[in-house]
């Protein structure tokens, strides 16, 4: 039952009824010397009024009690070691759980979790569940455990005596519980102040630059102070519920007391009673409320930690991505069969995500040959960023299917399935470390050899020598030391030193300029030979040279065909072409001569540009074959 309710692992699970037990018997072994102390009075007391008594055993229960004295370092040593040490085994067990649950969730969990989120629950959440089995629960269920023991042995003493000292506990409790409600909806208040002043100070943080730019750091502060101020005014709402309640209980709890007073009182009067068993049960009193005034604290801790107990349980029941550990793939060709796609969230929070119940795909087919560049084109929202995430199965399509070689991906592990994957982002993601590891992480294994040749090939060498360690050099948080132009090239780098037979470019080469963008393409060519090859592009230069254009409009295949065919068609692809103001151009070299020597014979290019004169400069001569909607074919020569 308590690894359901909290959550825990088997261990954790047994390790803390161990924790609860070993609480439980330091409590009764406090309790015991008490008690045989208060015999020992007795007896004296007797002896003293002339009752009789006998001394022949005191000294043996002055023996007893120094050994249960000893018995209580003990029990309180192995409750330590049973509860703190454990709870913290248990604790680091949880995040490493929850981090390798992430590692098989789709992406589009991460689609609706924000990072503050994530950390507050990996670590916020984990640390305060750390508190809660290490002090919370064991110190409560073990004393109520003591609790239930020791009233057992009350009530059969004198059962009038022992229901004044019971009854007040179960009231308390009550008072604690009646708040419950009102507790849990103050704690979650509480958590997402917490999480939007998260947010709120991280995103200063990475929009410093503009902020500064636009003069707005003071109005951006000052909604970042009232967030802060926000927290203030939650925390302090959240710690009333719990306060309110257990004050009151443990004003119930002292009732105990008055009525162990009055009771016994008017018992004693009616000789009912003893004087020495009165005190003994008034002594008992005392020792068996102290341990609650400071439990009923550890019951609203734990009615508290239900939120983030919850919010781990939701992380654990999201449906994990599976699979086979092999790929019986025939090929890298990638199939799209009639799927369909809508962002929904596995989880009852899906703000962030803000296209919760958005279908983006409806009904998309098309084939991406082996050994040919197909590009994904569109306009914005069209869902050519969602077809490359299922082709690579970030994401699970709602139905149809996305094949790989014949293989649905939906089968194939996606560790197993990514090794078949390159994909190159426009938001390249570099670590603090030197440049060679970070192109290392495409192939962990591979030699420094073959790091430098991927790099070679991805044109890093010449900003790589600028640097003052070279390969060596650490490039910072996020390669904050370099251009935009050179990470994305490093991040080319680990797609060729990986040399997957799929490819992905996501806007590979969206946010660099012309000369950047140049080398880029040239690194991207020596990656792209005899693959498959998708391309997303709102360039439309980019794709110029596509063996197959795929148009996605609304979720739709509206177009499909080689970029020639579709500027023929006068649809979508040529209305896109159109609004960047240019022309598809394909050119043909036949021969270019610079001082007397051929340097490129029989090339084919093909790219956008606005044409207005044809593209003839420079030194020598060259013969051009030229051919474009509005341009008849045509030779040119210029000396």
């Given at each position: 039952?308590?690894k359901?309710?909290?959550?825990?692992?088997?261990?954790?699970?047994?390790?803390?009824?161990?924790?609860?037990?070993?609480?439980?018997?330091?409590?009764?072994?406090?309790?015991?010397?008490?008690?045989?102390?208060?015999?020992?009075?007795?007896?004296l007391i007797?002896?003293?009024?002339?009752?009789?008594?006998?001394?022949?055993?005191?000294?043996?229960?002055?023996l007893?009690?120094?050994?249960?004295t000893?018995?209580?370092?003990?029990?309180?040593?192995?409750?330590?070691?049973?509860?703190?040490?454990?709870?913290?085994?248990?604790?680091?067990?949880?995040?490493?759980?929850?981090?390798?649950?992430?590692?098989?969730?789709?992406?589009?969990f991460?689609?609706?979790?924000?990072?503050?989120?994530?950390?507050?629950?990996?670590?916020?959440?984990?640390?305060?569940?750390?508190?809660?089995?290490?002090?919370?629960?064991?110190?409560?269920?073990?004393?109520?455990?003591?609790?239930?023991?020791?009233?057992?042995?009350?009530?059969?003493?004198?059962?009038?005596?022992?229901?004044?000292?019971i009854?007040p506990v179960?009231?308390?409790?009550?008072?604690?519980?009646?708040?419950?409600?009102?507790?849990?909806?103050?704690?979650?208040?509480?958590?997402?102040?917490?999480?939007?002043?998260y947010?709120?100070?991280?995103?200063?943080?990475?929009?410093?630059?503009?902020?500064?730019?636009?003069?707005l750091?003071?109005?951006?502060?000052?909604?970042?102070?009232?967030?802060?101020?926000?927290?203030?005014?939650?925390?302090?709402?959240?710690?009333?519920?719990?306060?309110?309640?257990?004050?009151?209980?443990?004003?119930?709890?002292?009732?105990?007391?008055v009525?162990v007073?009055?009771?016994?009182?008017?018992?004693?009067?009616?000789?009912?009673?003893s004087?020495?068993?009165?005190?003994?049960y008034?002594?008992?009193?005392?020792?068996?409320y102290?341990?609650?005034?400071?439990?009923?604290?550890?019951?609203?801790?734990?009615?508290s930690?239900?939120v983030?107990?919850?919010?781990?349980?939701?992380?654990?029941?999201?449906?994990?991505?599976?699979?086979?550990?092999?790929?019986?793939?025939?090929?890298?060709?990638?199939?799209?069969?009639?799927?369909?796609f809508?962002?929904?969230?596995?989880?009852?929070?899906?703000?962030?995500?803000?296209?919760?119940?958005?279908?983006?795909?409806?009904?998309?087919?098309?084939?991406?040959?082996?050994?040919?560049?197909t590009?994904?084109?569109?306009?914005?929202?069209?869902?050519?960023?969602?077809?490359?995430?299922?082709?690579?199965?970030?994401?699970?399509?709602?139905?149809g299917?996305?094949?790989?070689?014949?293989?649905?991906?939906?089968?194939?592990?996606?560790?197993?399935?990514?090794?078949?994957?390159?994909?190159?982002?426009?938001?390249?993601t570099?670590?603090?470390?030197?440049?060679?590891?970070?192109?290392?992480?495409?192939?962990?294994?591979?030699?420094?050899?073959?790091?430098l040749?991927?790099?070679?090939?991805?044109?890093?060498?010449?900003?790589?020598?600028?640097?003052?360690?070279?390969?060596?050099?650490?490039?910072?948080?996020?390669?904050?030391?370099?251009?935009?132009?050179?990470?994305?090239?490093?991040?080319?780098?680990?797609?060729?030193?990986?040399?997957?037979?799929v490819?992905?470019?996501?806007e590979?080469?969206?946010?660099?300029?012309?000369?950047?963008?140049?080398?880029?393409?040239?690194?991207?060519?020596?990656?792209?030979?005899?693959?498959?090859?998708?391309?997303?592009?709102?360039?439309?230069?980019?794709?110029?040279?596509?063996?197959?254009?795929?148009?996605?409009?609304?979720?739709?295949?509206?177009?499909?065909?080689t970029?020639?065919?579709?500027?023929?068609?006068?649809?979508?692809?040529?209305?896109?072409?159109?609004?960047?103001?240019?022309?598809?151009?394909?050119m043909?070299?036949?021969?270019?001569?610079?001082?007397?020597?051929?340097?490129?014979?029989?090339?084919?290019?093909?790219?956008?540009?606005?044409?207005?004169?044809?593209?003839?400069?420079?030194?020598?001569?060259?013969?051009?074959?030229?051919?474009?909607?509005?341009?008849?074919?045509?030779?040119?020569?210029?000396?």
């Amino acid at each position: 039952m308590l690894k359901e309710m909290l959550a825990l692992s088997d261990k954790g699970a047994r390790d803390l009824k161990k924790g609860i037990a070993a609480t439980a018997a330091a409590h009764l072994c406090v309790m015991l010397p008490v008690s045989l102390l208060m015999t020992v009075t007795m007896a004296l007391i007797d002896k003293t009024v002339g009752r009789g008594g006998s001394e022949s055993n005191i000294p043996f229960i002055l023996l007893l009690c120094a050994f249960l004295t000893a018995l209580i370092f003990v029990t309180q040593w192995v409750q330590y070691n049973l509860t703190y040490k454990v709870s913290y085994e248990e604790s680091a067990e949880r995040r490493m759980s929850l981090a390798e649950k992430m590692r098989r969730l789709p992406l589009s969990f991460f689609g609706q979790r924000d990072l503050s989120d994530l950390t507050t629950t990996m670590m916020g959440d984990c640390s305060k569940l750390e508190r809660m089995f290490s002090n919370a629960v064991p110190g409560f269920l073990g004393t109520v455990i003591m609790f239930i023991i020791i009233s057992c042995g009350l009530l059969v003493i004198d059962w009038r005596m022992g229901l004044c000292i019971i009854l007040p506990v179960p009231i308390s409790a009550l008072v604690v519980l009646a708040a419950r409600k009102k507790q849990i909806k103050a704690e979650e208040r509480n958590l997402d102040a917490h999480r939007a002043a998260y947010d709120s100070v991280q995103e200063y943080l990475d929009v410093m630059k503009e902020l500064r730019s636009d003069g707005l750091e003071k109005a951006y502060l000052e909604d970042v102070d009232k967030k802060l101020e926000h927290v203030v005014s939650c925390a302090f709402q959240n710690e009333l519920p719990p306060g309110i309640a257990v004050t009151l209980a443990q004003f119930f709890l002292r009732f105990g007391i008055v009525a162990v007073l009055l009771a016994g009182g008017l018992m004693v009067a009616d000789g009912s009673l003893s004087v020495t068993m009165f005190i003994l049960y008034l002594v008992m009193a005392g020792r068996v409320y102290e341990p609650f005034g400071s439990s009923f604290m550890l019951m609203a801790e734990m009615i508290s930690s239900l939120v983030s107990i919850k919010r781990t349980k939701q992380m654990e029941a999201i449906k994990e991505q599976g699979g086979q550990p092999v790929c019986n793939n025939q090929g890298y060709d990638i199939e799209f069969q009639d799927v369909v796609f809508t962002y929904h969230a596995d989880l009852e929070d899906t703000a962030v995500s803000g296209r919760h119940g958005e279908r983006v795909l409806n009904g998309v087919s098309f084939v991406a040959k082996q050994g040919e560049i197909t590009a994904l084109v569109g306009p914005s929202g069209g869902g050519k960023s969602t077809v490359s995430r299922l082709a690579a199965r970030f994401w699970d399509a709602d139905s149809g299917r996305v094949l790989l070689g014949g293989v649905d991906v939906t089968t194939v592990e996606p560790e197993t399935l990514f090794k078949n994957y390159s994909i190159v982002f426009q938001e390249v993601t570099l670590f603090d470390q030197s440049v060679m590891e970070n192109i290392r992480l495409g192939r962990q294994n591979a030699t420094d050899e073959e790091v430098l040749a991927a790099a070679r090939a991805a044109q890093c060498e010449e900003f790589v020598s600028r640097l003052p360690e070279g390969y060596q050099s650490n490039i910072g948080e996020n390669g904050c030391i370099l251009s935009g132009g050179e990470r994305q090239r490093i991040s080319i780098a680990r797609a060729i030193l990986k040399d997957a037979p799929v490819v992905i470019l996501d806007e590979a080469t969206a946010s660099m300029d012309a000369e950047n963008e140049t080398l880029v393409q040239q690194a991207l060519s020596e990656l792209l030979q005899g693959k498959t090859v998708l391309v997303i592009a709102h360039r439309m230069r980019t794709i110029a040279n596509a063996d197959k254009v795929v148009v996605l409009d609304h979720g739709q295949v509206v177009e499909m065909g080689t970029p020639t065919e579709l500027l023929e068609e006068n649809g979508l692809f040529q209305r896109l072409v159109a609004a960047q103001g240019g022309h598809l151009v394909k050119m043909q070299i036949f021969a270019c001569a610079l001082n007397n020597q051929t340097i490129i014979r029989n090339l084919n290019i093909t790219y956008l540009a606005k044409i207005k004169d044809p593209p003839l400069h420079g030194e020598g001569f060259a013969v051009l074959m030229l051919q474009s909607p509005g341009f008849p074919r045509q030779s040119y020569k210029q000396s």
